[in-house]
């Protein structure tokens, strides 16, 4: 996806485009490529590549979020800054906390944040079912992009979310998954709202935006083990 293509498939999604967001994006890649010869970020590194799989994929969100509004969005395992950052770019009213739990890729997030003079975002190191105790029902919207099985993401999260907020996951195909989450979403208070698949631009891979409510308080044993849900979820 060359920059004309990424202008065009933006607006198309009714997301405004200007020179500023558009330098703030080309100074975010460069910095991407820098830090990602020091850590581990993405193995996508081609210009286009990462215009298509990781900025125009992560603006897709706006499809179930109204981010032109002043709400609370939480990104866990927010890695290389995707969507967080590119969605604090596009969307400066949106209040931004990154989570991730490698130290060295929140350092990594924190200097992509200052160098871009980003406000109203910051990354933390923490895992993301500790960050929910001290963290209860804080967040309009959490988020996670490719991120753990929809159980445990779902889990780990439901906390830190107010009631009547939503987790929004990005995924590519996840019916599976969905199968397993179902019965386990109303004893965490949660309902699907929308499952929205469509494709991405020009390579045509499928994508799901995963929207679930939470309608009351979870009733879930909470806080499990890691290890315990990740057995549950591959049984």
Request: proline share 2%; with cysteine; hydrophobic share 40%.
């Amino acid at each position: 996806m060359n920059k004309e293509e990424f202008i065009k498939e933006v607006e198309a999604l009714g997301i405004e485009v200007d020179d500023n967001k558009l330098n703030l994006l080309e100074m975010f890649y460069n910095l991407l490529i820098e830090w990602n010869e020091k850590i581990n970020l993405t193995t996508i590194t081609n210009h286009e590549e990462v215009y298509l799989k990781h900025f125009y994929d992560s603006l897709t969100l706006y499809k179930e979020i109204d981010l032109d509004n002043e709400i609370k969005l939480c990104d866990v395992g927010s890695g290389a800054g995707f969507p967080g950052i590119v969605i604090k770019i596009f969307f400066p009213k949106v209040k931004i906390t990154l989570i991730d739990s490698l130290q060295k890729r929140v350092n990594y997030l924190n200097e992509i944040i200052k160098e871009l003079g980003l406000t109203d975002i910051e990354a933390f190191h923490y895992r993301m079912e500790d960050y929910s105790k001290e963290h209860t029902e804080e967040f309009d919207y959490i988020t996670a992009r490719a991120v753990a099985d929809l159980s445990i993401i779902s889990e780990v999260s439901v906390r830190a979310l107010k009631i009547n907020g939503s987790l929004v996951f990005m995924k590519a195909n996840c019916d599976e998954e969905l199968e397993r989450f179902i019965p386990n979403a109303k004893k965490l208070g949660l309902v699907i709202d929308n499952i929205n698949k469509f494709q991405l631009p020009i390579e045509n891979s499928n994508r799901t935006l995963i929207s679930i409510k939470k309608v009351s308080k979870t009733n879930s044993i909470y806080p499990r083990r890691i290890d315990i849900i990740k057995k549950e979820c591959i049984k």
